[in-house]
């Protein structure tokens, strides 16, 4: 037995900020002068250096050959779409909504992706009309695709979103495998392809997508590898050679206490491996990851005001603003099986400030308006300032902004 203590689980440590005079620095900006930019607490704000640095820092160390799509859905501010639309190859949508802001950012039709289950006869019309990739999810979306390629006049480009029979280990949320509402099981796949060769449409390739948020590279590379291989063993039922082949993504950030930062150096040398291998055997092909979050959340951050501060049979309680109403995932209600803390400062009192045991809570009347629970935090006052890291995905637009009747949260780009 040694008698070191047992080391308690940390956060990463969150250096894409600076911190100057005791503040974080957000877009050039200490945060205080930044939050009387914006005129008002709560908001996010979104770091373009740190979003163009991300972007970056990928395309170092993955194969010059991989395409880097953007999915949307993880922050679809209409100005980070734009300012991604152009560090990016191409934008991954995934509504009639979604696929609006991205043409109006500027993407490139011709590198747009539309997933989704359930797209309804409007938005394939819509997407078609916009000549984007349309991921193909059911035999219905064939049949729609068909009678809406004969009425205007032009064949839907289409890929074939498949549901694998293998599941992404080590996943935050799984969305291949077993019985999926997500694309066309494996076995269906030679008869939608036949019905696909039949109407018409112009075949272009596969998506494949496992699953979310997974800090583990040998998971990432597994699934990695045997989406490829699945899509060499389908190309031969194919109406066409494959010329897109979407391998999915679900590189994970650190989130919670003990997270590391994901290792990407296996990543990037199984995928020159699959590029080796798409060079000799699907030559026509080219690959694609598609991230999310980890584009956007560690760019972005959530501050909110400390309204009160309250001590509760000695506990202290710092009420803020704004929670779960803005930030549905920070208060561990999106999808979190056991609610962790998101790393939480007080971003004006980085500098030499004695720290103490306090839990964040925002102005909602439920218990579950928690954004930090029992931390060691500096010593906050009304009027300080919280900041919620790794809040640039699935913040402002999915969270329920009109729970309890507060006002909705604005986001800056800056
Ligand atoms: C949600 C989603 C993504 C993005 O997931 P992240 O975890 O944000 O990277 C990518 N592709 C598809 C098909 C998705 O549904």
């Known amino acids: 037995?040694?008698?070191?203590?047992?080391?308690l689980p940390v956060h990463a440590p969150m250096q894409q900020f600076r911190v100057q005079d005791g503040e974080l620095v957000v877009g050039g900006e200490r945060l205080s002068l930044l939050a009387a930019r914006v005129g008002q607490t709560p908001f996010y704000a979104y770091d373009r250096a740190s979003l163009r640095a991300r972007v970056k820092s990928l395309r170092e160390i993955l194969p010059a050959g991989i395409k880097l799509h953007y999915a949307m859905k993880a922050n679809p501010m209409p100005a980070v779409v734009g300012f991604m639309a152009g560090l990016v190859d191409g934008i991954d949508v995934a509504s009639a909504g979604e696929l609006k802001v991205a043409l109006d950012a500027g993407a490139n039709p011709l590198e747009v992706s539309f997933a989704g289950p359930g797209k309804r006869r409007a938005e394939l019309r819509q997407a078609l009309a916009s000549r984007v990739l349309i991921n193909i999810e059911s035999p219905r979306e064939v049949v729609e695709l068909a009678a809406l390629s004969a009425e205007l006049g032009m064949p839907a480009r289409v890929a074939v979103r498949v549901n694998p029979d293998f599941e992404l280990k080590g996943s935050g949320m799984k969305m291949g495998g077993g019985p999926k509402q997500f694309g066309v099981d494996v076995e269906q796949m030679p008869e939608l392809l036949a019905a696909i060769s039949r109407s018409g449409l112009?075949?272009?390739?596969?998506?494949?997508?496992?699953?979310?948020?997974?800090?583990?590279?040998?998971?990432?590379?597994?699934?990695?590898?045997?989406?490829?291989?699945?899509?060499?063993?389908?190309?031969?039922h194919a109406p066409a050679p494959v010329r897109f082949l979407n391998l999915g993504g679900g590189f994970g950030i650190p989130y919670f206490p003990g997270e590391q930062r994901l290792d990407l150096q296996p990543i990037a040398?199984?995928?020159?491996h699959l590029l080796e291998r798409a060079h000799r055997e699907m030559p026509q092909a080219s690959l694609v990851i598609e991230l999310g979050r980890y584009l956007v959340a560690e760019a972005g951050i959530y501050v909110t005001r400390v309204v009160d501060r309250k001590i509760?049979?000695?506990?202290?309680?710092?009420?803020?603003?704004?929670g779960l109403n803005h930030h549905l995932s920070a208060s561990g209600n999106f999808g979190q099986v056991v609610r962790k803390n998101y790393p939480v400062t007080i971003g004006n009192k980085l500098g030499n400030i004695d720290t103490e045991q306090a839990s964040v809570v925002g102005p909602l009347c439920t218990p579950l308006d928690l954004l930090a629970d029992r931390m060691q935090?500096?010593?906050?006052?009304?009027?300080?300032?919280?900041?919620?890291?790794?809040s640039g995905a699935y913040g402002a637009s999915a969270s329920p902004q009109a729970f309890l009747g507060h006002a909705a949260c604005p986001e800056v780009l800056v």
């Open 1 to 7: 037995m040694s008698d070191t203590p047992r080391q």
């Open 269 to 272: 040398n199984n995928l020159s």
């Open 377 to 390: 935090l500096p010593i906050a006052q009304v009027d300080d300032l919280v900041v919620v890291f790794q």
């Open 312 to 322: 509760s049979r000695g506990q202290v309680f710092l009420v803020t603003d704004g």
């Open 202 to 236: 112009a075949f272009e390739g596969f998506h494949l997508f496992a699953g979310s948020q997974n800090l583990r590279p040998e998971s990432i590379c597994e699934a990695q590898q045997k989406s490829f291989e699945l899509a060499l063993r389908l190309a031969e």
